[in-house]
C-alpha cells in the first residue's frame, strides 16, 4: 500500500485538501488528532508527561489541559523537545496500528502539520505539502482563531518549517491561494497516486 504525506504550514488549508481525498474514498491518519487522542488514552505516556511536566498537565477531571502544556513548552525549546520526544514515538506506533487495518484502498494519506519537523516523513513513501502566500495564511487563522492576534499567527509560522525548504522537501505541491481551484488540482493527483500505487502492491 502506498503510503502518502500531507502537510502544510499553518492556515495553508491542508484540511479541506484532505476533506477533497476523504470523499474520494481515501484513509486519513489526522496525526494532531490522534496525537491528542494518545495523550488522553496512553496510560504510559500520561504518566510520563505527568512525571516530566508536573501534576498539573492532566486537569482533576482527568482531561489533559492542553492550554498549561501549551505555555510550558511554547517558548521552551528544551521542554518542547521532552514533550516531542515522548508523544512522537506513541503517535508513530498508532499510526502502524491504524494502518495495519486499512485494507482494499489504493493508498492511504497521513496528515500531519511537522511532517518533517517530526521526522513522520519516514513513515510514508511521498509527501503531499499545501501551499498558500503568507498573507493568506494569516488571515485565515485570524479569521478562524479569534482569539489569537497576528503576532501569536506569526510566532506559529516562524517555528514551523520555511514554505520554500517544505516545498523543496515535498514530492507534490497543491495551491490553496485563492488563485488555483483546488479540486482539479486533488483529483489530478489522486489520479497520479492511484496509478503510482500499481508498484507499491
Not at 476533506?19 to 489526522?30: V, W
Not at 496510560?43 to 492550554?67: C, H, M, N, V
Not at 525549546?77 to 520526544?85: F, H, S, T
Not at 503576532?151 to 491561494?177: F, G, H, S, T
Amino acid at each position: 500500500m502506498l503510503k502518502v504525506g500531507i502537510t502544510g504550514g499553518i492556515g495553508s488549508g491542508k484540511t479541506v485538501v484532505c476533506r477533497l481525498f476523504a470523499l474520494l474514498g481515501i484513509p486519513i491518519y489526522d496525526s494532531d488528532f490522534r496525537a491528542k487522542w494518545v495523550m488522553q488514552h496512553d496510560e504510559w505516556l500520561r504518566q510520563a508527561l505527568i512525571k516530566t511536566f508536573g501534576e498539573k498537565t492532566y486537569a482533576a477531571s482527568g482531561q489533559l489541559d492542553r492550554p498549561y502544556l501549551a505555555n510550558l513548552v511554547f517558548n521552551q525549546p528544551e521542554k518542547l523537545a521532552q514533550l516531542n520526544g515522548l508523544v512522537h514515538p506513541r503517535v508513530k506506533a498508532d499510526f502502524t496500528n491504524w494502518l495495519a487495518a486499512q485494507e482494499q484502498v489504493p493508498y492511504i494519506l497521513k496528515e500531519a502539520a511537522l511532517m518533517f519537523e517530526s521526522q513522520a516523513y519516514k513513515q510514508v513513501d511521498k509527501v503531499i505539502t499545501v501551499s498558500a502566500p503568507l498573507p493568506t495564511r494569516i488571515a485565515r487563522v485570524l479569521q478562524r482563531d479569534t482569539h489569537r492576534s497576528p503576532a501569536d499567527v506569526q510566532a506559529i509560522i516562524d517555528k514551523q518549517l520555511p514554505e520554500a525548504e517544505r516545498q523543496q522537501r515535498a514530492d507534490y505541491i497543491i495551491y490553496n491561494d485563492d488563485q488555483q481551484l483546488v479540486i482539479p488540482q486533488v483529483l489530478a493527483l489522486h489520479e497520479q497516486l492511484i496509478a503510482l500505487s500499481a508498484t507499491y502492491e
